[in-house]
């Protein structure tokens, strides 16, 4: 640390505590490291800083999102008072900022919180070159910064430990900054392996980023302790710490806050994490940057360190040493014999050496061979020598250890292998001897390994090394822990029978399920037999001879006897193995306990049955016309489909002999019912039964064992000869009281349970509202044909009135038309004009009616006028006129008083209105005209103008249409216009094409 580094130390809080009094808050900077950026660094720790400035009083707190590079010079500068970031950055900003851990951050994974993580070194699924991390080398190898512990310094201890150099051994080692830019990279076929924190992959799979099974995990490996797939070692979760320059009484304030935090808290959800929890011991970082040699632990060489690293090379450099002194001495002897015989010495010497390189040849060639056969076996192999030490071991061994060859030989064994703690068992007594029987060995990773120990003798003497075979058992065990557990869950169990020894050879779920226990047991075929019941024994006996004959398959239930007394229903099946003669030689098959099973198919098949017998009788319901079929139906359902032995509804008589009839009965125990009597009387023992009380009582009776029921003495006897065991009484309740009972017999005990009951009752309630519904029809059916025929008597009364009505109005239509012979028959025609309008413009038939009858009288009131002003062929005196524009309103007054279905009477007033009010009597105009009585207009005018009249001859059909025409939407309503215009021109009127050729004009005074 420099000097001004420490001066900052002790002057930040001094200006800290200056600055204090003089603002209300003091600003609180916390550093987060934005590992993906500072917008979502925001968005997650803002209402963090938020919280601490509601709970720590006096300082407001602010998030400065930093990136990698940023973090230490923030910190250095005393920029920052707290620092949020991975543990390896904060264990260099101890060292060499003195900043000190307040909190340890907890994490959520899936249901599981954690403050502790790791990492993942991955590639993508099916990739040909990656499938091990020994497959890295050459690779490109993709990471998110150098400084970031999950995202490459696990990963690069990992590789380290594997012998490779993500620096110096990949092809291309790219930063990208983020955990998801890296696995995007690698799915995108960017990079062919890369490494990040855990959780990672499994956010992006839960975001539907990424496929699950796209990616392929490298030196995959699960923890009892940790939720999550790793390929790393568990590191303690991200600190929260305070600078050097932060007050010790504000980081206990901010610890107090944070670890007050609730886990449900919205603070908690924004910033996805799981809360707050004391600091962790963060050694293993350390210990992490110490063995990669990393700030603050830069490796020193030392002699010491000289010496581990290159003990190898030192030893055989002194091996050769001490062998070529060796040689030195015995080429010395060598010469002084050679000068007493020089050429016999070349003789041998050329035989020798041409024999020695003949042997060296085959030695190397046998070496070959043996170091590739030893480094191609798959199980984990070493020699060690007489003080345990590794002498040799194969690829597979040193892949176990995590350390290369090398770097193992001349080791103590045990304390490279992991899991081991102490020499092997076989051991023991090593190096006297070593015991050959296997021998677990548990990892730390949970793989299971049996040693198979075997001595290696030197020339026949003593013991020299000892060989260790580590054979991988960890998915046999799995695989066998997953049967057994698998085999307890369905309570299915398996066996093995030699026909040959009468062996029978148990699994553990055969023993639970016969509740023995195995060392109580003489597993043979007669053993078991004694445990099948008795009443079954024969059955299974025949299946076995039928299966070893190869006449049948063994497929059976059976109950058996269990130790404690209890019975149970398993299932057998099984298959016979046969030899080349076709001999059975053993039999193997499964047991599985389906008592439960067969307990609920019964159960099932017995409400099936009450349901389909529900079903038909509602059907039933609808079909019956009457009582009696109704209820013969029901109770041949209930013994047919619901397989009841007797089933019959009783209807209570009436008081005092308080009877119950049987009015319909069905199933096999009929008679039954010739030979009993029943009442619903309390004080008669014949209404102590269940129908009787049911009757009472109006709830659901059911008497079980009805041979020892105390209230069923007076039909016991019967009930028995007819094999009757249970009774259920279900009331009726018909229209509002209870008048009858559904009585249910049954032929075995316990078979009315509460959902069997359940049904019979809906049904009971089905069967009461079909027989009220039908007695309620039937009376409905009488009152419908009683109204039926009083309202045929009414429209018969009706018509005779209707048509002496009419015949009232056609006798004034012609006493009229007797005043006014020039004008005999316009009513009539103007009547059959309006109602074809009508027809055209749609009306229905009743409207029609009503125009029809207004139409035929719509001039009644001329009966007021003198048949002098009617008549005259001249112009009429304005007086006169006045006096014939009375004659609507007399027609009103005249038809009033009469009661029509249809507004006769205001037709009439209203025949002479115009839509634009120029009309009379009263100046009506647009939709205060009725729409009858604007057909009216329209049908008058036409016929008028194309008929004689006193004052003028027959203007013609053409001169009334041009008339309307012209009038269309300001006199006459538009819709009637075109529909009149239409009518004439298609099919003319005959009465109005007699005045076609008339004379033109228009009348006198304006009258038409």
Sequence with gaps: MTAGSRNGCWLAPLLWLLAAPLAAETLVEIGVLAKRGAEPAFQR????????????????????????????????????????????????????????????MRNHAGEHVLDQYGGVVFTRTGHPGVTRLEDLRGKRFGAVESNSLGGFLMGYRLLHAHSIDPYADTSELRFLGTHDAVVEAVLAGELEAGTVRTETLEHMVAQGRIDADAVLLLHANTRDDFPLVLSTRLYPEWPLAATAGTPRELADQVARALLALPA??????????????????????????????????VEMLTLRAIWERYRLWALAALTLLLVLASGLTWVARLNRRLRHSESALRRVRDQLEERVAERTRELEAARRQWNDAFDAISHPIFIHDRDLRVVEANPAFAALSGQPLDALRGRVYWQVLPGLDKPLAACRDWPERIATEGEEVVLEDGRVLISRSFAIEHAGTATGDAIHVLEDETALRRSRENL??????????????????????????IYRIFGVEPQAFDATYANFLEYVHPEDRSRIERAVRQALAGEAPYDLDHRIVRAEGGECIVHERARVERNQAGEPVRMVGTVQDVTETRRVQRELERLNRTLRTLSLANQALVR?????????????????????????????????????????????GSPYLESIQVNWNAEDPRGQGPAGRALRSGEVVVFRDLERHPNFAPWREAAAQHGLRELAALPLVIEGRVAANLNVYAGSEDAFDARELALLGELASDLAYGLTALRARQARERAEAERAASETHRKAIAGRLERSLKATIQAIAVTIEKRDPYTAGHQERVATLADALAERLGMHEQQREGLRLAASIHDIGKIGVPAEILNRPGKLTPLEFQLLQEHPRVGYEIVAGVEFPWPVAEMILQHHERLDGSGYPQGLAGEQILREARILAVADVVEAMASHRPYRPALGIEHALEAIAAGRGSLFDPEVVDACLALCREQPFAFLLSARDGASGVPEGGVV
């Design 45 to 104: 720790w803002e209402p963090t800083a938020e919280y601490l400035s509601r709970e720590v009083p006096g300082y407001r707190f602010v998030i400065r999102p930093l990136d990698f590079p940023e973090v230490a010079p923030a910190v250095a500068a005393g920029e920052v008072a707290f620092v949020l970031a991975n543990p390896a950055i904060y264990v260099r900003l101890e060292a060499d900022y003195g900043a000190a851990r307040v909190l340890t």
């Design 484 to 509: 057994n557990e698998a085999q307890r869950i369905a309570r299915l169990g398996s066996w093995v029978w030699d026909l040959r020894s009468d062996a029978l050879h148990w699994s553990d779920e």
């Design 624 to 668: 019956s016309k009457d009582e009696e079929q109704l209820l013969q139906q029901v109770v041949a359902i209930l013994a047919d489909s619901g397989g009841y032995p007797l089933a019959w509804v009783g209807f209570a008589g009436p008081e005092p002999e308080c009877r119950v009839e049987p009015r319909a009965w069905a199933g096999e």
């Design 264 to 297: 449900d808290s919205p603070v908690v959800r924004q910033g996805q994490y799981a809360g707050w929890t004391v600091p962790r011991n963060y050694q293993p970082v350390h210990d992490l940057l110490r063995d990669l040699g990393l700030p603050p632990y």
